[in-house]
């Protein structure tokens, strides 16, 4: 069994990045600028933009975060994302999920100009992407991308299964791993809440992609041996015996599963620190398109 170990795969992506972000500092080019939008002050979602922040930095991006109370209203977050369209010092931008229920995700969402939405979740980004056209691929997706090629993990002729059927995870990752080329050329089977005898198919899976939210839900006899198992789940999960008094837990019952898994990710430290490294490489590429 080897792990697919994203923590260290990220920082040579930083480390990549930030030797690129060097030469335009000497060439006297402008440097990419990613800002980011909170809205309210949810607890993880302050976790995730403060380490956004913090990689920028790493990789001597510039970045801005804004900062909005949880009863902004939809119009004044949409005034607020069409200055930063209009922005021509910002490469691209986010705004972090999830929204205050008085906010529609959707017209957020379609708010984003398609060459700033460093998220890649814009329908025309999306649309391409289906289309096997050049554009932002969304983060997560784009690192398990990433993953499966530093590792040359074989996906060419798998089946791979795609538990969850997310805008954010599934659905892009069943259409990128049915893609012409590598990773892709796979046969690809999504699953969901509402399928049937699901141990029956991820039993004959050669790629096991979970994106469900469900801690510990893909167990050993649920697999086969030598099967490649990505696990994008992350819960936290009570936990006494910790100082923190919960830990981190993923979909796939790690302890078991590993032992017949060929590749694994860990959670933490597998699918998570790739998200973030994947969002820097959109931005790259984003301020290399306004160039």
Known sequence: MQLLDGKK?????KEEIAAEVAKMKANGEKVPHLAAIIVGNDGASLTYVGSKVKACERVGFESTLIKM??????????????ELNEDSNIDGFIVQLPLPPQIDTQEVIMAIHPSK???GFHPENFG???LDMSTFIPATPFGILELLERYNVQTQGKHTVVIGRSHIVGRPMSILMGR???PGNSTVTVTHTHTKNITQITSQADIIISALGVPN???AEMVKDDVVVIDVGITRVADETTE???KIVGDVDFENVSKKASFITPVPGGVGPMT???LLKNTLIARENRK
């Open 217 to 219: 839900y893909l167990k």
């Open 128 to 130: 391409k992407m289906a």
């Open 180 to 182: 012409k080329g590598f």
């Open 276 to 278: 973030i490294a994947m």
């Open 69 to 82: 109370p949880s009863t902004t209203s939809e119009k004044e977050l949409l005034k607020k994302i069409a």
């Open 244 to 246: 923190k008094g919960y």
């Open 117 to 119: 939405d460093v998220d």
């Open 9 to 13: 795969v990220s920082e040579d992506i």
